[in-house]
């Protein structure tokens, strides 16, 4: 396989890391209408009816008949459970936090999914990968560095530990979603992470998720669009590389928060924080850098 073989399921995931980045915003807003609580619960039944179609016309295509297989669904459990306590918890956070903020303490996740993946998925953890993550740490240690010197306030201290708790569950995301990939189509991923999201949600719902008025359908709706859009994106990238290579670029989305919170929220966007996203893209660039060959998609 020549060596830009892995180049397009890096742009497909810095695609669907966009979408996400943007996602970000759109839930922060509904989050402040309905709660982030409502906000996933609602998400994920529009998604769910967005993706359905899509999933049983790929399942037809692939002369595939009935649910899949219960290996198959147990991973699809699972990754709807992690996703959706990390995503509650993200969310939490974020109503309390700068996006900027929140997505520089999210990016320890990464460097986790880097040793997750070695042990849960038996890949070996290259030295260029290993310090493509720290450069980008560091960067967003440049930026943690101005932000976080302050006072908080005990509603802003709850948000960051919100993040953090979600940080760590997103770890383990990013590694089921490379076994994930390794089993199941982009739209069968995204049909049932929405799906167990929503049904995982539903017992609370009648008490913590507000019937949203038709403008914050709206924004929900598109926060839904861009949700499985960004899921296909990243399922069919990761079942085409591994998760160390695809990993590193999770630290893109510090600029896609920075560039949605700057022009939603008003949240500045200051000169240590360019630098800090400076050194965040060069490790992304080192760590996805490799002669190795990448395993053909299955």
Request: proline share 5%.
């Amino acid at each position: 396989m020549p060596r830009h073989a892995h180049f397009l399921p890096i742009v497909t995931a810095l695609l669907g890391l966009a979408l996400f980045g943007v996602m970000d915003g759109v839930m922060k807003s509904a989050s402040i209408a309905v709660g982030p609580y409502g906000a996933m619960f609602w998400r994920g039944l529009i998604g769910s009816a967005m993706m359905a179609p899509l999933w049983w016309r790929q399942r037809r295509r692939a002369g595939a008949r009935g649910w899949p297989d219960a290996a198959v669904m147990r991973v699809h459990m699972l990754r709807g459970l992690v996703a959706v306590v990390m995503a509650v918890t993200f969310f939490f956070g974020l109503v309390r936090t700068p996006m900027a903020e929140a997505m520089a303490l999210s990016f320890i996740a990464p460097l986790i999914a880097l040793y997750l993946a070695a042990l849960l998925l038996g890949e070996k953890v290259s030295p260029k990968a290993v310090g493509g993550s720290l450069l980008a740490l560091a960067g967003v240690g440049i930026i943690a560095a101005g932000k976080f010197g302050g006072s908080y306030t005990r509603d802003g201290v709850v948000g960051l530990v919100a993040i953090l708790a979600s940080a760590v569950l997103y770890a383990w995301n990013l590694v089921l979603q490379r076994r994930q990939a390794q089993v199941a189509a982009p739209e069968e991923i995204a049909f049932f992470q929405a799906a167990f999201g929503f049904l995982f949600l539903a017992p609370g719902a009648v008490f913590l998720a507000p019937w949203p008025s038709l403008a914050v359908w709206g924004v929900i709706a598109a926060a839904a669009a861009l949700a499985m859009g960004s899921l296909m994106l990243l399922g069919w990238a990761y079942a085409r590389a591994e998760a160390q290579v695809l990993v590193p670029l999770e630290y893109t989305a510090f600029v896609w928060a920075a560039l949605v919170g700057w022009i939603a929220f008003a949240e500045p966007v200051t000169l240590r924080t360019l630098a800090g996203v400076t050194l965040i893209v060069a490790g992304c660039l080192y760590a996805t850098r490799r002669s190795a060959p990448l395993p053909e998609a299955s």
